[in-house]
């Protein structure tokens, strides 16, 4: 797996994923983190800059020249090193992978070979220590990077994927992308987070997008997890004026999925409900021996 060199923060640090070549929503994350102070360095998207919207280029080079840290998704993968598909793990003959094969193409058919070398470049997987607790940034799996890890997922799964990734390096938690929900789950001693996407809502209702902001702690971690308003409705004409599928369009602005063909039950059952903004703390079963 190629990694990033390591690197350590004592301060918080801000985490997003999925862009989706939603141009608006990615100047207006850009926008909150300047606001709250945060230089490029202690930024990190978990990966698929380009997918659903109307803006691939213009999306992938604000990306590309913010300085920011990105991980390697699955879109990344698949258009940098010339796939047939966007490689999401959708069933085949799905909705969703009906709908992808459309903007796969037309993202595919406007990216140049500077963003697809860009794309090939990006590391898969991203250590960091955040105060005394190390991290793995990955987009999917440990082993796949298009793997749904949702909220839902058994504990021994999560561990599995967690004593995995420590075989390459210790790590304490993962920071994960994929799935397009924002959670923090313990899983056994683990920490599993995911801070959610910007370029397509949650899924409850609402168009707001999803960003976190982790910082040191107590021998631990405070996470927040926290809306991004944006401008939505240009974000959606754009995808309309690009000949892209209308479903995306629409979720915009209803903040529904055209489709829940990936989602686990307990996750289905959450659709269309408001989430609101939260905070966890975490720490490793063995903080407070070491305090």
């Not at 899983?187 to 599993?192: D, K, M, R």
């Not at 479903?247 to 307990?266: E, F, I, K, T």
Request: hydrophobic share 35%; net charge negative; charged share 20%.
């Amino acid at each position: 797996m190629q990694n990033s060199d390591l690197f350590s923060v004592t301060e918080p640090i801000l985490f997003f994923g999925g862009p989706y070549s939603n141009f608006q929503a990615t100047e207006a994350l850009l926008s909150e983190a300047r606001r709250l102070g945060l230089p490029p360095g202690r930024i990190i998207c978990t990966g698929d800059v380009v997918a659903y919207g109307g803006d691939p280029i213009a999306t992938t080079e604000l990306i590309m020249e913010s300085g920011i840290h990105v991980v390697m998704g699955n879109c990344e993968e698949s258009l940098g090193f010339d796939a047939d598909d966007c490689g999401c793990g959708f069933e085949p003959g799905s909705s969703c992978d009906t709908l992808s094969s459309q903007w796969f193409a037309f993202a595919a058919s406007r990216l140049e070979q500077s963003h697809r070398a860009w794309m090939r470049g990006l590391p898969r997987r991203i250590d960091l220590t955040v105060g005394s607790i190390e991290l793995a940034v990955i987009h999917g799996g440990a082993d796949d990077i298009s793997q749904f890890v949702f909220d839902s997922m058994d504990p021994a799964e999560t561990g599995y994927q967690i004593e995995s990734l420590s075989k390459e390096r210790h790590v304490d938690g993962v920071v994960g992308g994929h799935c397009g929900l924002p959670f923090t789950r313990q899983s056994g001693a683990y920490l599993w987070h995911n801070p959610g996407v910007i370029g397509v809502p949650a899924n409850d209702g609402t168009p707001r997008a999803w960003y976190s902001l982790i910082t040191p702690s107590s021998g631990g971690l405070e996470i927040s997890h926290r809306s991004l308003c944006y401008d939505f409705e240009t974000a959606s004409a754009r995808i309309r004026k690009q000949d892209l599928p209308n479903a995306y369009a629409d979720a915009l602005v209803s903040g529904l999925w055209p489709s829940v063909d990936v989602l686990p039950p307990q996750e289905r059952r959450r659709r269309g409900r408001p989430i609101d903004p939260w905070t966890a703390h975490w720490a490793p079963p063995n903080a407070a021996a070491a305090e």
